[in-house]
């Protein structure tokens, strides 16, 4: 079983829909989680960061971590043709900086 | 633009081969990690340093090494190499590791290719 399971499927939506991505995770002590935004051709670079359980927001964004279920999501309201990227789900433990990553979801927001 | 540069951007060789990629962390960024992504693994660990020193070892083949320069330059060495070593190599750059947070900014990418 992989640490880090995130179906790879690609998603294409309205633009102004939401967008729903989500990742599951089996090592119990990843206490940090992000997502990063991979644009084609380029690096990834962070988009959301929580520490532990909760909800945080910032903008059209909303990370989810539920430690309980081990389970964590993205949401992105009033979807862009700008946020067509790929969504990588990541995560570490409290002792060292090694990210742990889903394969991504490929978005595409169509106009 | 992240602030951490990585030469080559593409690479073409042949099996057997060695190539070398190189990464130039951000300013004042003290440690360095190396990924690896295909489309079959997704991105995954291979190595980190920190001030010059090996920090943490991933899923990084015994035919890799990495070393980490006192202007705080890396550059990842690849012998040996497989078809199956085709991917993108990104490299990120953190301020120092295990601060809170510790964001990792990532390179554009090398993309090698081995015929």
């Known amino acids: 079983q992989k640490e880090v399971e995130q179906d790879p499927g690609p998603l294409s939506v309205p633009e102004g829909a939401i967008v729903s991505l989500n990742c599951t995770y089996s090592?119990?002590?990843?206490?940090?989680f992000m997502w990063y935004r991979q644009y084609s051709r380029k690096g990834p670079e962070l988009l959301m960061y929580?520490?532990?359980?909760g909800n945080k927001e910032d903008g059209r964004f909303t990370a989810q971590v539920d430690k309980s279920s081990k389970y964590i999501s993205l949401f992105i309201r009033d979807s862009q043709p700008s946020d067509s990227a790929t969504y990588l789900c990541a995560m570490r433990t409290g002792g060292n900086n090694r990210l742990a990553f889903g394969k991504g979801n490929q978005v595409v927001v169509i106009p | 633009d992240s602030g951490v540069t990585q030469t080559p951007k593409h690479l073409i060789t042949a099996t057997g081969q060695r190539v070398t990629l190189r990464c130039s962390p951000r300013?004042?960024?003290?440690?360095v990690y190396w990924y690896q992504q295909s489309l079959d693994q997704g991105l995954q660990f291979l190595i980190q340093y920190y001030n010059g020193e090996e920090r943490a070892k991933g899923n990084i083949l015994e035919r890799f090494s990495a070393q980490q320069f006192p202007d705080l330059h890396s550059e990842l060495n690849l012998s040996s190499l497989e078809l199956g070593d085709s991917a993108l190599y990104f490299c990120a750059s953190s301020v120092v590791p295990g601060g809170t947070p510790d964001t990792q900014y990532f390179g554009p990418g090398t993309r090698l290719t081995v015929l």
């Open positions: 090592n119990s002590a990843f206490q940090y």
């Open positions: 929580t520490y532990s359980s």
């Open positions: 300013s004042g960024d003290l440690s």
